[in-house]
């Protein structure tokens, strides 16, 4: 099983759909729909950004920042969606506004809908990468917490962009497998 196939997994569970659901005031069929749409997006984002130096260098200080251990249902009805917000602005860059439009597009809500549950949805990430990268960084101590550490992590060299992400990285998958508890 690859990355995204578990992180879809995990967010697509009920529990975890009634909560954002409730949190975000949309309906479990969107968030249903939407979830599978943006994943990839996010993921293939964060690789193409780890494969730059000073995009692998701001996202190792972002996961030394974003080190929850809870639960994905306990970190999405508290994430701070300013702080997710922000962490959208960096993941997406120049290309927010064009990503969300087109989400919202493909979904039928608003791109401010899209925006929040995107919100929420990017601290968790965060922090089961940073995780994962913590435990990465203890299996292979000469590396840990560098640029090449976080591409190994994230699958090596960036891919072509769609919606059929493969980034592997086991620890990231041990880690969302615990989360999926």
């Known amino acids: 099983m690859n990355l995204l196939s578990l992180l879809l997994f995990v967010l697509g569970k009920s529990s975890v759909v009634d909560m954002l659901a409730k949190k975000t005031g949309l309906s479990e069929a969107t968030i249903k729909k939407l979830i599978p749409l943006a994943a990839p997006i996010l993921l293939k984002a964060l690789t193409s950004n780890a494969s730059q130096k000073d995009g692998a260098e701001s996202l190792l200080k972002a996961l030394s920042q974003h080190t929850s251990t809870e639960t994905v249902d306990k970190q999405l009805s508290t994430a701070d969606t300013e702080d997710g917000g922000k962490i959208l602005q960096h993941i997406l860059g120049s290309n927010k506004g064009a990503v969300t439009s087109q989400l919202a597009e493909q979904t039928g809500i608003s791109k401010e809908q899209v925006i929040l549950l995107l919100s929420i949805l990017a601290p968790v990430l965060l922090s089961a990468l940073s995780a994962a990268n913590s ?33 592997n990285g086991s620890a990231l998958l041990n880690l969302l497998a615990a989360l999926a508890k």
């Not at 990465?136 to 060299?157: F, I, V, Y």
């Open 135 to 167: 435990s990465h960084g203890q299996e292979n101590t000469s590396d840990a917490a560098s640029p090449l550490s976080l591409m190994g992590l994230l699958g090596g060299q960036a891919q072509e962009a769609t919606t059929d992400a493969n980034v």
